[in-house]
Every structure is written in C-alpha cells, then in structure tokens.
C-alpha cells in the first residue's frame, strides 16, 4: 500500500512470564507510521507489560519484537522512541530539578558536552515548552506543577528528541477530565499535524476515541485489532460487555 | 598566630586534601542522598575497615588495600542488590557486617596496633603524608571529572531510571561507577574524619543543600560549599583549639544542616 503503512513496531508471538505466572500470552501486533493506536483492557491484563516488551525493558521468553524493521536487540535510535510509564509523574517530592533540566537531562545524555550543544539545546528546550504551553514554567521545579502539567512536562522531554513513536501508560490517571480533554487533543494534535505514531494504553476509551484510528484489546491475550471504526460494532466488544468485563469508559 | 599556622606543613596538606575531598564528598553526595543511597558510604567504610586492617597486619599501605578491598565490596553489594530478592540497604547491612567482622579478625592476630587502628577509626588529617595528599587530589579529580562527564546521564537516571533506560543511557555501567567513586571518597575521607564518621562527609552536605535549592545544579553547587565550609573551617578550628578534627567537622555540618532546615522553614 501507500507510505502510511511503513511498520514501526513489529511484536510476533510474543508471551511474557514474571516466574512462572503467564501475563502476556502469543501477542501479534503491528504498529503503522501516522497510527493513534489504543491499547485497552481490564486491570492486570498485561498492557504494561506488552508496552515494556515494546520498549526493551522486558524481555520475552517467547516471541520476537521489531523496531523499525530491526529486531529488538540490534535497535540502537532509541531516540526515536518516547515512553512515557505508568505512574510516570509520582516523582520523589523532595527531588530538587526544573523543568528545564528535566528536559535537557534527557535531551543532552546522548549529546556530547560543550557550549553548543548546550546553546541549541536550550532553544530546543524553550520551542517544546511553548508547544505543550509550559513556557511560562520553565525555571519552576517540576514537583511544584500541577498533575496535569506535569504530564506535559513529560510530554515535552519525551518530544525533545524527534521521537517517531511515543509510548504512553495510562498517562491521565489521577488527572480532572478537563485537563484530561486537553492533554489527549495535544496528542491528536501531535498525531494529525506532526506524524507521530501514537500508542495509548487507557481505561477510559471514551474520552479518546475521538482521535483514535486503531484499537487493540488485551486480556493476556490479542482479544481485537483493528479500526476503531470496526471496533464499536464488532462482535468482540458486545460478547465482552455483556460478560461484565469492564473493556470501555471505566474509571477510577 | 594564624600565620604560623598556615605556614605549617601538617596544615597545609590538611588543608589542601581536604579541599579536593570535600569537593568530591559534596557532589557524590547528592547523587546518593537522591538514589536512596545515602548509608552506602557508611556500609562501605566497613568494609574498608577489613582492608585497613589487612594493611597494618601485612604492614603494607593500608590506604591502598583498604581501597581495594573497598571497591570489591562495593561490586559485591551491587551483584546482591540485583541479584538477591533483597533491598539495597539489606545489601549494604550484610557487606557492611562482613567488613568489620573481618577487620576485627585481622586486627586481632597482631596485638599492639591500637593506636594506629584508632587513627584510622577516628581520623588524623595532620598525620596525613605529602604521599596520601597527591593520592587524594588525583582520586577527587577523578571523582569530580567522571561526574561532569557524565553529568546529564546521572541526573536523568537519578531522577527516572526507567526512562533513562529506555533512551540508552547505560544505567548499569554508571551504578557501577558511582559505587566504585563512592569507595574512592569513603577511602579518602576516612584518613581525614576516620571511618566512623565519614558517611557524614557525603549525606549531610547534600542533605542540607536540598533543603534550600530548587534545582539541580544549584543543590550541587551548594552541597559542595557546605562541605568545603565544614571541612575547612573544621580543620582549622581543631587545629586552633587542639580538638579532634573529625568530630569538629561533622558537628560544623550538622550545624549547617540544622541552619539549612531553619532557612526553609523560615522562607
Ligand atoms: N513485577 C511483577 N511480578 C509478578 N507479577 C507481575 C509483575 N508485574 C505485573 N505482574 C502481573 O502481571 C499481570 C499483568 O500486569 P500488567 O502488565 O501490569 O497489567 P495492566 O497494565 O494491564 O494492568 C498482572 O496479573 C500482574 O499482577
Ligand atoms: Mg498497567
């Protein structure tokens, strides 16, 4: 097909066990260049774990995972992946850093040192603030912002450095719906307007499902994968509520 | 007075190893205190306590042996911290139990080497050789130039280990040379405050600059000031006053800390 299918993330037959306990069982998935993917499923369903194998901080005791067309062990462009982990803004209170050096802590560990690097960073430091509309908190240190703003603190370090996909682990939680609302329009924002591949683990398919464009529902097991406009009416999903199992708009 | 002191020869490499040590002591320090790693020093002057030990009985540089000895330990608490379904701090209690009782062991097949033991027990930052003051500035160099190498990769680890995974950053490779640097200052250190103390030098500076900075490189630069401070003025008020030098350095930092807590308290 076109160039929008290029395939950034190749995950085949993967299972993952912690000791002998069976959290993620003969996955398939393929992730395509411009995709808003949602990954959804109940608690305990094995979605970090599968965003953690994607990532390289897990290793499976079955199966394969690709990296733009590299397998998992040989990709080194690791700046082309942002991931965001679940809980990611329970930081150490007392951690004294600004969100500047937030940033630039991510942004420079793969750069050499010296005043130009340090030069262009900042003025990369500044641009992505404004883009996630912190600009104004740049010196502030990151434990004093809001939830919300802090996630786009994250955002930001994450964008720094030109990913091409970007991982995110239920990243709202413990955020009001209108902060929420916002913060998911940025990423289709980010999706629509910039290109980025997008894959979202969420509860709260709801309030997405406006900029989604793939869908994929986890219970250990691939139970669906595909268009979200599929997904509403396919069969998977009404078994699924029907059996009580809480796939969609659950929250805490 | 004061110019027959600073002309004095024990003074000056007093003064001059101390600086670079408290130099060192005050950067590591925060990259401790914010890894909740902060007993690892006093763990690790332990297990130094084997290699000083090692080195009176053999009669053979105990700074050195105690700096081997002291690495290995080090490396050691690491591999269990991993390995073991244990917390770092257990990793630390074991390695750091295991030192001592070894030096005691030792200490006791060779009698009558109480007061030399003591001097590395409490610290004699005049007894201090030309030798041990060039070993000290090139080992605190060696400290402060590795963190400034690898200055954004520590912070981002320090601060989000799994990201900084993530993005490449060699995490292990780095555990293992802030622990190793962390053996090196505890070394150093425990021929200036002795070993009992010297855990002080790396967690109470830090400990008070987080009380008053909002940023990282602040809280370094001022972890590094609190602990040049409390050495340099500690050493010369010992030396003035003919008190022990260690104990005058720790209560000077506990007193920069306790005036830190207030500041915030009142700011
Ligand atoms: N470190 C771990 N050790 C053992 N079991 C784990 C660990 N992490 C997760 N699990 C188990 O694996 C399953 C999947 O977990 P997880 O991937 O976190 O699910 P989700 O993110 O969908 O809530 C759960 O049953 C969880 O209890
Ligand atoms: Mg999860």
């Known amino acids: ?40 499923g109940p608690n305990g369903s ?33 700046h082309k992946v942002g991931y965001i982990q679940q809980k990611a803004t329970h930081f150490d209170p007392i951690f004294p850093i600004s969100v500047e050096e937030v940033i630039a802590c991510s942004l420079r560990s ?27 908190e740049i010196k502030k240190p990151i434990t004093k912002l809001s939830g919300g703003q802090q996630q786009r603190v994250l955002i930001a370090r994450a964008l720094a450095t030109e990913p091409e996909i970007l991982l995110l682990d239920e990243p709202t939680t413990g955020v009001d719906y209108m902060t929420q609302e916002s913060f998911y329009d940025l990423l289709g924002q980010l999706n629509q307007e910039h290109q980025l591949t997008i894959v979202l683990v969420t509860h709260d398919y709801g309030i997405v499902n406006k900029h989604v464009n793939k869908v ?16 509403c009416q396919s069969a998977v999903v009404q078994e699924l509520l029907s059996g009580g199992h809480h796939l969609v708009s659950h929250r805490h | ?27 590591l320090g925060v990259f401790l205190v914010l890894r909740k790693d902060a007993m690892i020093s006093h ?15 053999l009669n053979f540089l105990p700074v050195v042996i105690s700096l081997i000895i002291c690495v290995i330990g080090s490396l050691f608490i690491l591999k269990l911290k991993e390995q073991a379904k244990l917390h770092g701090d257990t990793a630390i209690g074991i390695l750091s139990s295991s030192g001592m009782a070894l030096g005691i062991l030792l200490a006791s097949l060779k009698r009558n080497f109480g007061v030399e033991l003591i001097t590395y027990l409490f610290g004699d930052i005049l007894a201090i050789t030309p030798a041990e003051v060039w070993l000290s500035i090139g080992l605190a160099l060696l400290v402060v130039v590795s963190i400034i190498i690898h200055y954004h990769q520590l ?17 292990r490779k780095l555990d293992k040379l802030l622990i190793i640097l962390t053996s090196i200052t505890v070394v150093l250190g425990i021929r200036i405050v002795g070993l009992l103390l010297v855990s002080a030098l790396t967690v109470i500076p830090a400990a008070s600059a ?16 609190f602990s040049l401070l409390s050495i340099l003025s500690g050493i010369f008020l010992a030396y003035v006053f003919n008190l022990p030098a260690s104990a005058t350095i720790v209560f000077l930092s506990v007193f920069i800390f306790l005036v830190s807590l207030g500041l915030r308290r009142a700011g």
């Not at chain 1, 774990?49 to 499976?60: E, W």
């Open chain 1, 1 to 40: 097909m076109n160039q929008k299918q290029e395939e950034i993330v190749r995950v085949e037959e993967v299972s993952f066990f912690y000791e002998d306990f069976p959290a993620v069982k003969d996955v398939n998935l393929s992730i395509y260049r411009g995709d808003f993917l949602a990954i959804i």
């Open chain 1, 46 to 78: 094995g979605k970090t774990t599968l965003l953690k194998i994607i990532v390289g901080l897990l290793k499976p005791q079955k199966g394969r995972v690709y990296l733009f067309g590299q397998a998992l062990e040989e990709f080194s462009d690791w």
């Open chain 1, 110 to 136: 793969s750069q050499k040192v010296g005043r130009r690097a340090k030069d262009q960073s900042k003025e990369k430091i500044e641009k992505i603030l404004k883009l996630v509309g912190l600009e104004k």
């Open chain 1, 216 to 231: 994929a529902c986890l219970n250990q097991k691939l139970i669906y994968h595909g268009e979200h406009s599929e997904f």
């Open chain 2, 1 to 27: 007075m004061i110019e027959a002191i600073f002309s004095s020869g024990f003074f000056q490499r007093a003064i001059l190893a101390g600086s670079f040590l408290a130099l060192a002591c005050g950067l």
């Open chain 2, 43 to 57: 763990g690790l002057s332990h297990v130094a306590f084997a290699g000083v030990a090692l080195g009176l009985v």
């Open chain 2, 155 to 171: 912070v981002f680890m320090t601060f989000d280990r799994e990201s900084a995974l993530v993005s490449g950053v060699k995490v």
């Open chain 2, 210 to 225: 987080l009380q008053l900075s909002r940023n990282f490189k602040s809280t370094l630069i001022l972890s590094s000031l």
